[in-house]
């Protein structure tokens, strides 16, 4: 039994693969590339690719496009970016035009024959339109994947400057805690010279030593110092 075609195999694997089962499972009429016409709700899967490999839809572009803002795109700016002029994005939008103004529930084939009319009626050749509606699914892939690209490029030199911002996060917490270790040592032997000169001052009596500090203009009261701090 052949392999049912889908879009990834043919174009280049960039089509958004509608999640739905084959014609022959559910009896549902099948389009030109092999998938199930879409149901009411006209739900796609979500995109599976790898926007980190390269792609030749990455070099579609002439000029840069415009960045995304706020993650919303300004898809005629992206599409005039790669060339695709004015008249061609207009008959895609018609022809989206007019397939979205058909019942959903309306046959494949018969959509093919009212759409076809239109189309014919205003003169709009279909090659015109399907090599046109290629080129912006092309300028769409090449517009995330070259934002993808970009973001990645961002990722991995922010990780960069993080880890070093964390090195010397981590180089200052060491010389902090170093420097108060440091101190907590000061405080430690000083107090042990403290007290070690300060048996002289306990042999010859309190009275003694109040008596010289008051008098002594090198001298300094500790407790008359606390006393002018407290008020």
């Known amino acids: 039994m052949p392999t049912r075609k889908n879009w990834g195999s043919v174009v280049a694997g960039w089509f958004i693969e509608r999640d739905e089962p ?4 559910t009896g549902q009429p099948v389009d030109t590339a092999g998938s199930a016409v879409p149901d009411d709700s006209g739900t796609l899967s979500a995109p599976s690719g790898d926007y980190s490999v390269p792609s030749p839809t990455q070099s579609v572009f002439q000029k840069a496009p415009p960045p995304a803002s706020g993650g919303q795109v300004d898809f005629d700016a992206v599409f005039e970016s790669a060339g695709i002029d004015e008249e061609a994005r207009g008959r895609v939008s018609k022809s989206v035009e007019l397939l979205q103004g058909l019942p959903a529930n309306t046959d494949v084939a018969v959509k093919k024959q009212i759409v076809g009319a239109s189309l014919k009626a205003f003169g709009v050749p279909i090659e015109k ?29 922010s990780d960069q400057r993080i880890k070093q911002y964390e090195e010397e996060i981590k180089n200052i917490r060491a010389v902090m805690q170093e420097r108060v270790q440091e101190q907590q040592a000061v405080i430690k032997v000083c107090n042990d010279k403290k007290l070690e000169v300060q048996q002289i001052l306990e042999f010859f009596g309190q009275e003694a030593v109040a008596r010289v500090v008051q008098a002594s203009p090198k001298l300094h009261d500790p407790s008359a110092a606390a006393e002018s701090k407290g008020n």
Request: aromatic share 4%; proline share 0%.
């Open 129 to 157: 339109i399907i090599e046109a509606s290629v080129e912006e699914i092309q300028a769409l892939d090449g517009y995330v994947r070259n934002g993808a690209s970009d973001t990645d490029k961002l990722t991995q030199e």
């Open 22 to 25: 084959a014609a022959s499972e």
